[in-house]
């Protein structure tokens, strides 16, 4: 397995790039800019250019660089704007998904947001775009025929791993570090039962592991 962290220099990418390092997992870090590429290999950390805003050949052309068999999209306009949001987080994400299927890449994990599917809840939420965004990406992902897995993290927080979660058949509400979703995330790399699934999770009383298998 060859993973390519799509948006690592984002929160939980980049919590993700540590979590791989301890399982020592083979990847590249996917980074926008040249300064990012520059600061993560002085940490000896592989590295990838990938623009999401640029030709879909260009981003072809990064990804089939990078050598990966795995993509795991973590990348966000991090309320950057509305036009932007929509530009990375949905338009970005299925040039992603349409170019694995034209590679032969077939495992793509995508970090999503609880309510993505819940239309009621995203007027009161006052990021309504950006889950306009996450709700037809993921519904495209759907409609791929990658081996994919969705995660729909709670609430999340810069606190320290618990390394305990729950899954929820829904967001029933509740929080979970940034750097748990990164430990999912790992898990779920080596974890075929999880392809073709939506996982809704907050921190909880299983151990990470053991819940996810």
């Known amino acids: 397995m060859k993973v390519l962290i799509i948006g690592a220099h984002g929160k939980v990418g980049r919590l993700l790039v540590d979590e791989l390092q301890n399982k020592q997992i083979d990847f590249a870090a996917g980074l926008r800019s040249e300064e ?30 990078s050598g990966a068999d795995t993509l795991v999209f973590t990348a966000g306009a991090g309320g950057a704007g509305y036009d932007l949001t929509m530009e990375i987080d949905l338009d970005g ?15 793509y994990i995508m970090v999503s947001a609880v309510y993505s599917d819940d239309r009621s809840k995203w007027e009161a939420s006052g990021i309504r775009p950006y889950y306009i965004a996450k709700h037809y990406a993921d519904k495209y992902l759907r409609s791929t025929n990658l081996d994919y897995t969705i995660v729909h993290p709670g609430m999340l927080t810069n606190d320290d791993a618990v390394g305990k979660i729950n899954i929820q058949s829904n967001y029933e509400g509740g929080s979970v570090p940034r750097a748990d979703v990164a430990k999912v995330i790992a898990q779920a790399l080596e974890t075929p039962s999880t392809i073709k699934k939506d996982i809704n999770f907050v921190t909880g009383d299983e151990d990470i592991v053991k819940a996810i298998r």
């Open 36 to 65: 990012q590429i520059k600061a993560y290999q002085a940490e000896n950390i592989p590295t990838q250019y990938i623009d999401l805003t640029a030709p879909i050949s260009e981003i072809k052309n990064s990804i089939e660089a």
């Open 93 to 107: 994400a299925i040039k992603t998904m349409d170019i694995a299927q034209i590679l032969g890449i077939k495992r």
